[in-house]
């Protein structure tokens, strides 16, 4: 029988994948609480996962109804997607990456709901085979999405552009097609989404700011914004953190055929760019990763 993990209020319960940082000589896996604090808001319970080795992530997702996948200082390694470090003095955390690639793609053919954040939405479309540019500033009828250096987190979290929503897209039967402002720091962005994934909404430089994998059975969205930041003051972070909050409920109790808001059966029972084994992972790095946002 399948165990699962509760509160004493019955609450699902969100893996929430850890970084790797250094403290003194001793590594740590680490989270960040607005991750922990977001999870609450949509109504589950958080549970932060270390590095998990490759036969411990089913194990994992057997305990849990859905997953957040949190933003970070570091970058996704770009061996994943071919090509070399551009900027060595960027932090990296091949650890991270080295779990959180086969546990998106597991989720996500389990039907299990997952949101991704940032850092989160570029490992899953690097998961299935999508590119970044790790430098989008340096990118010709691009803006700089980087936060404004030597400010408080206020000021750097704050509006820095707004995001138009596609009609018709996931995110726009839950926050509708106005224009809102978003928060903006991030270096890496996307460069090619993967096949089976769609455009939700993008920057006004065209830029991919939240996208879904539209062959999957459960809820997914992947914003490149942080909604976590300060989201129970933030009304389209409330109905995003909710709309997630619901389909982690309707998975915990009804499991995978209600787990989405559109379920869609394949005769191969794979999703559009999901490989049937996992992606070869690069050799990771020696040098120790930073955590940030």
């Not at 379920?263 to 992972?281: F, K, Q, W, Y």
């Amino acid at each position: 029988m399948k165990q699962t993990l509760s509160s004493s209020a019955g609450k699902p319960v969100v893996l929430v994948p850890a970084c790797n940082k250094p403290l003194g000589e001793h590594p740590f896996h680490v989270a960040g609480r607005k991750y922990v604090d977001a999870v609450r808001l949509a109504g589950a319970l958080p549970l932060v996962v270390p590095r998990l080795e490759g036969d411990e992530i089913e194990a994992v997702l057997d305990l849990a109804h859905g997953v957040l996948l949190t933003g970070s200082a570091s970058n996704v390694h770009p061996s994943h997607f071919g090509e070399p470090v551009r900027d060595e003095t960027l932090p990296l955390d091949p650890e991270r990456d080295a779990w959180t690639l086969p546990l998106i793609r597991a989720a996500l053919a389990r039907g299990m709901p997952l949101i991704a954040i940032c850092r989160g939405a570029q490992e899953f479309n690097v998961a299935f085979g999508g590119t970044l540019h790790q430098a989008v500033q340096e990118v010709d009828g691009h803006a700089d999405h980087r936060a404004p250096a030597g400010q408080p987190a206020e000021v750097q979290y704050g509006p820095a552009h707004p995001v138009h929503v596609v009609p018709g897209s996931r995110l726009a039967h839950i926050v509708g097609t106005e224009p809102f402002d978003v928060n903006s720091v991030h270096g890496q962005g996307m460069k090619s989404l993967a096949t089976g994934l769609v455009v939700e909404a993008r920057a006004p430089d065209g830029l991919v700011e939240a996208f879904s994998h539209g062959g999957a059975a459960g809820f997914n969205l992947c914003v490149q914004w942080h909604p976590e930041w300060k989201a129970a003051e933030n009304p389209v972070s409330r109905r995003l953190f909710a709309a997630f909050g619901d389909a982690v409920q309707r998975y915990r109790d009804h499991g995978r055929e209600h787990a989405g808001e559109h379920v869609r059966e394949h005769a191969s029972g794979d999703l559009p760019g999901l490989p049937r084994e996992p992606l070869p992972h690069p050799p990771l790095a020696p040098e120790p990763a930073t955590f940030g946002a």
